[in-house]
């Protein structure tokens, strides 16, 4: 069975930094490109950013761009992505998900979904 | 960036009723959409891609058509379960983006 763990999330002040990990199992996790998507309170979905299945192209949002870093190990069927000068605007549940189809950078569509990880930017 | 406008932003209807929701994009996305429906403390989850191809495991009550600027998703008779927030998402180009959702509510 699929399955996306996000952990890493909390409570950090304005200006603060946080990295966010999802693990992945029951697929080759090497094979696919992979997103976060992100959801303020009561909400609709934003994207946020793409890595390509390899690794060496990425892909962000203008919102956060030059501020957040999205990056993976193969080696470890893992997804991180790297917070910093964090913003309120930033407060969301982080969501990891696969795109369907195997190789390239897809920017969608998004086949399996984590349960997500909640960040809260508040002093 | 390419804009997904969803329309209605809600949807009143009753069980067995049938729901037609749009979503048009400011510039052709040619066929590169997907709809998901997402409910209440849940992560969402993936009902059509590329326009017109239900994912695996979705019923058939649930279709969609269109492409290039102009798409519809249609759920031909609401299950109660059916009840929640929908999103459509381009993946034409960089930024990938989402639609601003349609609640489908019961009336």
């Known amino acids: 069975e699929m399955q996306l763990l996000e952990s890493g999330g909390g409570l950090v002040q304005p200006g603060g930094s946080l990295r966010l990990s999802c693990a992945a199992s029951g697929f080759t996790f090497g094979s696919y490109a992979m997103t976060w998507v992100r959801q303020a309170p009561g909400k609709g979905l934003e994207w946020v950013s793409t890595?390509?299945?390899?690794?060496?192209?990425?892909y962000y949002a203008d919102s956060v761009k030059g501020r957040f870093t999205i990056s993976r190990d193969n080696s470890k069927d893992t997804l991180y992505l790297q917070m910093d000068s964090l913003r309120a605007e930033d407060t969301a549940m982080y969501y990891c998900?696969?795109?369907?189809?195997?190789?390239?950078?897809?920017?969608?569509?998004?086949?399996?979904w984590g349960q997500g990880t909640l960040v809260t930017v508040s002093s | 960036e390419i804009v997904l406008t969803q329309s209605p932003a809600t949807l009143s209807l009753s069980p067995g009723e049938r729901a037609t929701l749009s979503c048009r994009a400011s510039q052709s996305v040619t066929s590169y959409l997907a709809w998901y429906q997402q409910k209440p403390g849940q992560a969402p989850r993936l009902l059509i891609y590329?326009?017109?191809n239900r994912a695996t495991g979705i019923p058939a009550r649930f279709s969609g058509s269109g492409s290039g600027t102009d798409f519809t998703l249609t759920i031909s008779s609401l299950e109660p379960e059916d009840f929640a927030v929908y999103y459509c998402q381009h993946r034409s180009n960089w930024p990938a983006t989402f639609g601003g959702g349609t609640t489908v509510e019961i009336k």
């Open positions: 590329d326009a017109s």
């Open positions: 890595i390509r299945y390899t690794g060496e192209r990425t």
């Open positions: 998900t696969k795109v369907l189809r195997p190789n390239g950078d897809y920017a969608g569509p998004f086949d399996y």
